[in-house]
Each structure stands twice: as structure tokens, then as C-alpha cells.
């Protein structure tokens, strides 16, 4: 019976974390999203410095190096050469959402696997070995691509916490 309690657990967390962790990257984008109407709505006048920085859903950080594009709702980063007042400012040349941290779903669902296996086994010090391996794979992306750096953060954080708590519920309510 055990062994059907660790099979769904494993399942819960590799597989039903997706939607979670996407959630999460939604929720993100829409903080992003609030923060660049903030930013242009106060580049147009219509608001003051003094009503943004007292609007906590534009209490956000961007980067100054990178030029985003919002284009149907996602953020397209321009590589940091394309900087505004460059000569190579297109936006076709902006990097497609898409093309961040490629493989990320498969890596997410693996990671997922590894952590809740780790605490289901009473190693949970092998979780820092999945972020380590992890980050080390990711390491050139993330110094090249500051938000690819960010979706790295906040991916791994919402796979981890979620992973931990399935594997948590589990332990305790049905193997003791």
C-alpha cells in the first residue's frame, strides 16, 4: 500500500506541478505587465512618480540593460547589444519568450520527481544537489539573460515548494 502512496505522490508532484508552476509565471507576468502600464502611463503624464511609487502592484524591479517589448501580453527581451540608442535596435531581433530556458517543462517535471523522492527517502539534502545541478546546466543562460535569470528564480522556487508539499502531505497523512 506504500508503494501506491509513493507512486501518487511522485505523479502529484512531477506531473500536477506544472499548472502550479505555470500559474506562478502567470501571476508574475501580470505584476510585470501592471508595473510597464505603470511606467508608461507615467511617461505620458497621466499619473505622477509620487501615485507609482505608491501602487504596490508596480513595486517591481526592472532592468535597465534589457528592453521589453510587450507584445499580446508576454514580455520579449531584447539582447543587451540591442540596448535602446544602439544602431541595432529592432524588435525583430527581440529573443521569444519561448526561447528562455528551453526544456524547462521536462527539467520542472524532473526536478519535481527528484525533490519529492528526496524527502519521501529522509534525504532531503539531495534537494540541494537538483538546484545545484540545475544551476550549474543554466549558469551561461542565466549571465547572459537577466529574465531568463528571473523565470529561472521564480520556477524553481514554485517546483520546489510544490514538490515539498505534496511530498510532506504524503509522509505524514499516509506512510506515517
Known sequence: MNALWITLALLTAGFAGWPVTALVFRLARTIDARADAANTASDAGSTTAADAATDPSADVTVDPVVDAVV???????????????????????????????????????????????????????????????????RFAELKATPVAAERFIIGTLASLLWAAGIAALAKVYFLG
Open 71 to 137: 507584445d499580446s501580453g508576454t514580455r520579449q527581451p531584447q539582447p543587451p547589444s540591442s540596448a535602446p540608442g544602439s544602431s541595432e535596435a529592432d524588435s525583430s531581433e527581440a529573443v521569444s519568450s519561448e526561447r528562455i530556458l528551453r526544456g524547462g517543462a521536462i527539467i520542472g517535471v524532473l526536478e519535481r520527481l527528484a525533490v519529492c523522492l528526496a524527502i519521501l527517502a529522509g534525504q532531503p539534502v539531495a534537494i540541494a544537489y537538483v538546484v545545484a545541478i540545475k544551476g550549474l546546466g
